[in-house]
């Protein structure tokens, strides 16, 4: 089972991710306060899957993670993240449903601020929610059309190439067996251009 507490420093990280967005009036700030719990997962632990109804998001403050589909029996990377980023599965019951078999995993011990459904609907109440969420929205949007962009170079040595221009902590801290799926080539693959990266 994650471990949980409550309102520690990792809430006053994600205020503060929040004001790197917009700025957040103080009783904005109270909100979060007063209904983010801090929580541990320990490594290779879900943290979402489709036995969750109302999943919440969560703010890693330190750890990794990984989303993965079910397929067949295979398991499918779609994503990673790292320390800063929001994570979660959707929030909208009807769309949740449709894909029911995505999961979130913790990669390592991973330290994270629940954000949950309740309390997204509650700072809505806020105007300058509106303004961060169109900020989050963009940031995520251009962290998808980037993995978008990367599935789709045509070789392996330039997919990895170009993930280590731009997220270089991933190539570094994320296993061979995940770092592969989440890049579309075989775990040997990643190995071998691995130990030529690391020759030259």
């Known amino acids: 089972m994650p471990s949980l507490t409550s309102n520690l420093n990792g809430t006053k990280l994600l205020i503060r991710y929040f004001e790197s967005f917009n ?21 290779n632990k879900h943290i979402s899957s489709p036995l969750d109804l109302k999943p919440s998001l969560y703010f890693i403050v330190k750890g990794a993670v990984r989303g993965f589909v079910r397929d067949a029996g295979e398991e499918i990377t779609t994503w990673l993240a790292t320390e800063g980023n929001i994570v979660g599965l959707t929030l909208f019951d009807k769309q949740y449903n449709l894909h029911g078999q995505q999961f979130i995993q913790a ?12 309390l997204i609907m509650e700072l809505f109440t806020f105007p300058q929610m509106h ?13 998808a059309d980037e993995r978008n962009f990367l599935i789709r170079i045509p070789t392996a040595e330039k997919r990895i190439q170009r993930l280590i221009e731009t997220y270089p902590h991933l190539y570094r801290r994320i296993p061979s067996k995940h770092l592969a799926g989440f890049l579309g080539i ?11 990266i690391n020759r030259a």
């Open 107 to 118: 990669l390592e011990t991973t330290h994270a601020v629940i954000i949950p459904h309740e």
């Open 186 to 196: 075989r775990e040997e693959t990643l190995s071998r251009l691995k130990a030529k």
């Open 23 to 43: 700025r957040i009036p103080n009783d904005m700030k109270l909100v979060v306060e007063r209904e983010c719990l801090d929580i541990t997962f320990r490594k």
């Open 131 to 143: 303004h961060l969420a169109r900020n989050l929205l963009w940031y995520h949007y251009h962290e």
